[in-house]
């Protein structure tokens, strides 16, 4: 794995197993961490003819209002320029993109949720496993701090109520599971904002549609999120 | 519409300025560490090789401009 800045080794424990994980993490946690704008998001508001922060307030306003995520991060075909072959994953945290490579140099782009501040990573992994309606186990920290996933450390099934969602891709390096994931969510709203610990999330119809696409073993390549704290790398 | 305040490269243009440096990379894995816009058709992308710094720069039809050792 790439090392560049910071060279940190996160060490994770997942499953019960210690493992050093040479992503490049800017700080570890599990996927599902309570919400906090980072706020780089900024909507088109037609009317005002401005453009306006784009924070969980504004998300969920605007999903209440309209049922759907703002135009840009609903599942579209896109021009993609790259030597990644067709499978390709390919996410834009940044921008709360996730590209799927398709032939003829075209992309299948989904809006996601990313990591919020400090949870941001980088790296060249690969999808391990996939499940459909996964099931949720918190980590140790989230179940000593929070009574509500305290309650499921012993696993919370697969559900309409599990916050992974419908589907979830399990990313590895090599044969170690990073414990990052791509996976659905019970909100939606999030989807454009800075939020998890670290995980991708997607709408429910979208990482559904992206689990039918996906085979195990497709390249993923996460860009640097947060590229305002790296210039002069 | 919707936009992000970090003014980036689009990810395709960050992935072309890693392919350019791949050739020198001697093997090493490639991967775009920041990116921002330079003018209304350029943009900068900082690429690491296994540790190897190099400063790319791309406009926006995907040309590359140039890629020099940072």
Redesign the interface.
């Known amino acids: 794995?790439?090392?560049?800045?910071d060279s940190l080794e996160a060490e994770v424990n997942h499953g019960g197993t210690m493992r050093k994980i040479g992503l490049?993490v800017l700080a570890a946690g599990l996927c599902l961490g309570p919400l906090a704008a980072l706020a780089?998001?900024?909507?088109?508001d037609a009317r005002t003819k401005k453009?306006v922060d784009?924070d969980k307030r504004k998300a969920r306003q605007y999903f209440a209002h309209n049922k759907q995520v703002?135009?840009?991060?609903r599942r579209q075909v896109v021009?993609?320029?790259?030597?990644?072959p067709p499978g390709t994953i390919?996410i834009?945290g940044?921008?709360?993109?996730l590209?799927l490579v398709q032939p003829g140099g075209q992309?299948i782009r989904y809006g996601i949720g990313v990591g919020r501040e400090g949870f941001g990573w980088?790296?060249?992994v690969r999808v391990g496993r996939t499940a459909e309606w996964p099931t949720w186990t918190p980590p140790p920290e989230m179940v000593a701090r929070d009574p509500n996933a305290a309650k499921w450390a012993a696993g919370m099934p697969g559900g309409p109520d599990n916050p992974l969602g419908a589907r979830a891709l399990y990313l590895y390096e090599g044969e170690n599971d990073t414990i990052y994931r791509i996976h659905g969510t019970v909100e939606p709203w999030t989807i454009?904002l800075d939020v998890s610990s670290g995980c991708i999330r997607m709408n429910n119809d979208d990482i559904i549609d992206l689990h039918s696409r996906v085979k195990i073993g497709a390249k993923v390549?996460v860009?640097?999120q947060?590229?305002?704290?790296?210039?002069?790398? | 519409?919707?936009?992000?305040?970090?003014q980036?490269a689009?990810?395709?243009?960050?992935?072309?300025c890693a392919?350019a440096v791949v050739a020198q990379a001697s093997g090493?894995?490639?991967?775009?560490?920041?990116?921002?816009q330079l003018d209304a058709t350029t943009y900068a992308v900082?690429v690491?090789?296994?540790?190897r710094?190099f400063n790319c720069v791309v406009d926006s039809s995907?040309s590359i401009k140039s890629v020099q050792p940072?």
């Open positions: 794995m790439t090392m560049i800045r490049i780089a998001t900024q909507i088109y453009w784009y703002p135009e840009a991060f021009p993609f320029r790259t030597a990644e390919i834009d940044n921008q709360h993109f590209y992309a980088a790296g060249i454009g390549i860009l640097m947060g590229a305002a704290l790296y210039k002069g790398v | 519409m919707a936009r992000t305040s970090l980036t689009p990810a395709d243009l960050q992935l072309i392919n090493a894995r490639v991967l775009p560490m920041s990116s921002r900082d690491d090789a296994g540790g710094k995907g940072a």
